[in-house]
Structures are given as C-alpha cells and as structure tokens.
C-alpha cells in the first residue's frame, strides 16, 4: 500500500525519507517501509507492508490470504 498512519493519525505516503514503521490506514496493524528497484531504472519504488502472518484478513494487503 502507498498510504499509510502514524501514531498520532496523520497520514504519510510510502517514501525514502518516511519513517521504517507505521499503522495500516484499514485495519490498525503495523506495517514496515519497504523499497524495490524499478525495472530498466535505478529509482526506487517504496511501500508500506504488514509483517509476516500478521493481519491476513486486511483488505489493504495486495494479495488475497493463502
């Protein structure tokens, strides 16, 4: 996800100078910054990421549970 809250509310867009950990805006959970390189270009793509196993259920994870 793109979006995500702090604890205090606000909310802030995945980005490289974004703090490492946030809340999920959907289910309240905590989700970790992560980055991956874009393909053919040396820029990075950042996002937010519930942990492992945690939160499944949340409509905001890209992929349906397993």
Same mark, same amino acid.
């Given at each position: ?7 205090? $509310?606000?909310?802030? *867009? ?10 999920? +805006?959907? @289910?309240? =959970? ?9 393909? $053919?270009?040396?820029? *990075? ?10 939160? +499944?259920? @949340?409509? =905001? ?6």
């Amino acid at each position: 996800m793109k979006v995500a809250k702090l604890m205090e $509310g606000t909310e802030i *867009k995945a980005a490289k100078d974004a703090p490492p950990a946030a809340n999920c +805006r959907y @289910c309240g =959970g905590k989700v970790i910054l992560r980055g991956r390189k874009v393909m $053919g270009s040396n820029k *990075k793509s950042y996002y937010w990421r519930h942990l492992d196993n945690q939160n +499944r259920n @949340c409509p =905001g994870r890209a992929r349906a549970s397993r």
